[in-house]
């Protein structure tokens, strides 16, 4: 860092992105100094790897103008925005790229030498999760933990950091604590299941679901939940007893069925009501009536989405449903009419619901439709004021609406929802394109700083082979005023079908992608491949592809349901569970902790 500045930029020229992405972070001095004295350094640095810059800052540099109103010159504020937008690009793509090698590391079964992320694979580990049971929900505990969730075993773990016992100079993972959260064990007569997971400052949430295997099973549909001080209590782990069963009292169990049928037969609906609702509600009241206020063949359905709101609360969607009268001019064969598919918020302190949505979405939606809620997770829900922000949509609905959600329970009336998006989506498209939606579970959908984005999936047979395309939406966050058409849409051709978004900090997103041409006229099927696309949100552009190769081995395919690996970013660290394979931990945070510890 002695070096004349202007010879330090001069050498940036000719180095490679991972020694000049790390400069500003390795070298105090060459973070004060390089770039001051050369403004088209970072823009130079930009167009090597052709990454996207605001036109409002390329169109600044070189310009003289408003520099009082800038405070400063106008090539230095379009600098440092440089500086600041290659920096936040290479982040993005140093975190991505080390999940990328991480996940080929564990499909050719091999130990992954990447200094840039930390890869616990659980093929030698005692008690590990194996197939079928596989990640179902991924969230960051804090800097040095993650919390994951699994499906069959119906089980929660926490995974440290430590330093591995070889050697003093890498670090390496280990699981801490695994508790079952389910309040029916898996055996020969029951069925049980973990279907999602989310965790706030002080619990932690699961839906669960479960049968007894009968010719006339009965069914369990829950949220329970325990404090984070209580999981931590419990113990287990691959290093210790293996699952640990929660004592009595520790977890906290709520039929959904029951509370939520409770809650729309206690509910009243003013006259200004929607009709629809009033008479569903009606339908309900005397279904339940003619039986003798028997509601047992009432269905209640939740999909695999599940928020935490604060103070022990839970966002979830749901729909009801009871046995269809048949009609002899019904040419409609199904035995179900649904009535209802709302968002439902449960407190698992007050036991009961305690805020529903009214006349949000379609009610003939098919039952078997599901929606994605997804939530902005921000420094500010460790205070006691904050609010969560969470986006909701659904894959037969053309409605996306965005909700902003109070801490207090007194002040339910915080929970606001602002429609953000009513453009119908046509099920025909131009050119043959179908929208491939109705073969999906959920739609694709995410916060991303100031904007939800959502994709739409489109499919045509062509020369008898399967083609796929994805339409990416972008929105601004609702508000009263607010414009309910995308402010922009990309469209990513080459056989592409996006699974799921996933925001990477403020600015970027992760799209898991996979493609599969099918031919219809013999048996020759080509196999998956999974790839990420890793997207600018500001400028609308693809910054990279990361090719996954043989990692679609890992998993059961086919993947017209989604991929079994969940990302979690929060601050400067990222957190990956990929499958019943393992996990991944990377980041600038987890990066950070590696060199303080050594």
Known sequence: SSLPCHILEYILTFLPDDATGMMCRVCKGW??????????????????????????????????????????????????????????????????????KGILSMAASVTSDDNDSIVHTFSTRRFAPTSPNECVGVRIWSEKRALIAYRTDCTIRLFDVVP???????????????????????????????????????????????????????YFLGLTAISREDFLCAGGGADNFGIVELEEGALTVIHIRDVILEHLLDLDFDED?????????????????????DYSDVSVNVSSSLVACGNHRFMMDASISIPRVPDADDDNESTIECLFRWIFVLSTQEMKVVWTTKNMWDNMAPRESHHSLVS?????????????????????????????????????????????ARQRRNMRMSDGWDNATDRRRKRP?????EEVITVDNLEKFEDGKLFNKSVVYFY??????????????????????????????????????????????NQDIERDVIFFILLHTKTRQVIARFLLNDAANLFHGPFWGGIPIFF??????????VGCTGIILTGHGMRTLQKNDN
């Open 31 to 100: 973070y004060d100094e390089v770039g001051k004295h050369s403004p088209d350094l970072w823009k130079f640095l930009l167009k090597r790897r052709n990454w996207p810059l605001l036109s409002e800052v390329s169109s600044a540099l070189g310009t003289e103008e408003n520099s009082e109103e800038m405070n400063a010159s106008p090539k230095q504020n379009s600098r440092d925005h440089c500086r600041e937008t290659f920096t936040s690009h290479y982040s993005a793509f140093r975190d991505m790229n080390a999940v990328a």
């Open 376 to 420: 902005l997770r921000s420094p500010s829900q460790s205070h006691t004021n904050g609010k969560t922000t969470i986006a909701v949509a659904s894959a037969y609905s053309p409605f996306i609406f965005d909700i902003n959600i109070g801490r207090n329970h007194d002040s339910l009336t915080e929970m606001r929802g602002y429609l953000i």
């Open 568 to 577: 979690d970013c929060h601050g400067d660290s990222v957190v990956v569970g």
């Open 476 to 521: 601004s966050r609702g508000t009263e005023t607010s414009d309910s058409s995308p402010s922009a849409v990309l469209t990513l051709e080459d056989n592409c079908h996006v699974t799921r978004v996933e925001p990477i900090r403020d600015e970027h997103a992760m799209l898991l992608c996979h493609e599969r041409a099918i031919s219809t006229t």
């Open 164 to 218: 591995m016992r070889s050697t003093t100079e890498a670090m390496s993972c280990r699981e801490a604590v695994c508790v079952r959260v389910a309040p029916f064990p898996n055996t020969k007569k029951r069925s049980s299941e973990v279907i999602a997971m989310d965790l706030v400052n002080e619990i932690i949430g699961c839906l669960c679901k479960s049968q007894t295997n009968d010719p006339q099973p009965e």
């Open 273 to 293: 009501e929607e009709e629809t609702d009033y008479l569903n509600l009606d339908c309900l009241h005397a279904f339940i009536a003619s039986r003798d206020d």
């Open 445 to 449: 959908l995410a916060i991303v700083g």
